[in-house]
């Protein structure tokens, strides 16, 4: 099958793809600065912030176990047949999904924060951040 480079399909994540994500990310980002600065006191203001310090979790978490949620949902057992019906949901199903798993991330990130100052792989990296500094003084 010839691929179209000018698709914005997500798989294959194609450069107009990538050109999409990119500037909807910085919309977003511009928006929530924008509410950020207007309502620093809110409690959901600063609920929001406590989950963005949790992103790279939350990235690795959406794609990894949203994929496993996924394919339990729909009982898809190969990699070749997930290929098939992946793009073929209803745009309501999509949003359903999308918006269950954004509350489920949410709550997982606000309880984490009551014990931690940071997520998992935000703590997994800054500890190997650390360490190769540390090694790197050490070898000044």
Known sequence: A????FTVNQLPPLPLYFFMSICFANLVIIIMNSIG???QSSTVVNNI???GTYSHTIYLFHIYFGIILYILIRGI???EEFYK???TES???MWIYTICAFLILSIYSLL???KFQSGPLETLVKKLSDNNRIKKEKLI
């Open 91 to 93: 745009i309501e199903f």
């Open 85 to 87: 019906v992946y793009g």
């Open 77 to 79: 057992p190969t990699e």
């Open 2 to 5: 010839k691929s179209n480079i």
């Open 37 to 39: 600065d207007r309502y």
């Open 49 to 51: 912030a406590k989950i």
């Open 112 to 114: 984490w924060s009551r």
